[in-house]
């Protein structure tokens, strides 16, 4: 399992497993014979390192880590998929903040648990069902969401940022704060709805916006395509 703070991800299998050759605690780098089976991004397990420990620069024979090794290197590494490109389930809780990195942070796995996603690059995407406590789409920033995404206390989407509902099953957003765009929206329910002048939410053709709570509108738009 990867574990980093309040967060655990159970990939779905191990890709690679090495034998070391050099590491000095107090430092993030590994030195094997060869690192043929690692890649940038995967979690690392073994001898000194860190829980939450992932992989953030590679060469022929070196590793280099996300977090100093606590004991001199020793034995064999195991690197486990990454987030992305796998399966697995994800379970955040209330003190954890999920924050896909990269260009493109693309997730396969489902998500369940009461943390918060926070969104800052664009071209996120969640392919499985997804449950945060909260979810915040930064300015400028864009996520896809292709199964069903869930949110039990608030949706925030700053201006400029979006959540691309294409594919969706459902959205069940909690107090909704629109300055950026929800668009492609299978059918959605919301505790409540808040618009800005750049705030809109487009529906796809036969969906419904359910709103339980005060629709609060200041020049937004909400349109079924």
């Known amino acids: 399992n990867f574990s980093t703070g309040a967060l655990t991800f159970v990939p779905s299998g191990t ?3 090495i034998a070391s050759t050099a590491g000095v605690s107090g430092t993030n780098t590994i ?27 590679l060469t022929a024979t070196t590793v280099t880590l996300s977090n ?27 003190i954890a903040a999920f924050v896909p990195q990269g260009q493109t942070g693309m997730i396969t796995a489902n998500i369940g648990g009461t943390g918060a996603l926070v969104v800052d690059v ?6 499985g069902n997804a449950s945060f406590d909260t979810v915040t789409i930064e300015a400028n920033a864009s996520l896809a969401a292709t199964a069903s995404l869930a949110a039990t206390t608030s949706t925030t989407v700053l201006i400029g940022g979006s959540i691309d ?20 929206a299978p059918d959605t329910a919301v505790k409540g709805l808040t618009l800005d002048s750049a705030g809109s939410l487009s529906l796809r053709p036969g969906k419904d916006l359910s709103v339980a709570g005060a629709l609060n509108n200041v020049g937004g738009v909400v349109a079924a395509d």
């Open 15 to 17: 890709l690679a497993s």
């Open 31 to 57: 030195t094997f014979a060869s690192t043929a089976g690692f890649a940038l991004g995967q979690a690392l397990t073994g001898a000194g390192v860190p829980n939450g420990t992932y992989i953030t620069g």
């Open 68 to 94: 100093n090794l606590t004991a001199a290197a020793s034995a064999s590494y195991t690197a486990y998929p990454t987030i992305g490109g796998t399966t697995g389930v994800l379970t955040p809780t209330s």
């Open 122 to 127: 664009l071209g996120a995407t969640l392919a």
């Open 165 to 184: 509902g294409a594919g969706a099953t459902a959205f069940t957003l909690g107090e909704t704060t629109l300055s950026g765009a929800i668009v492609n």
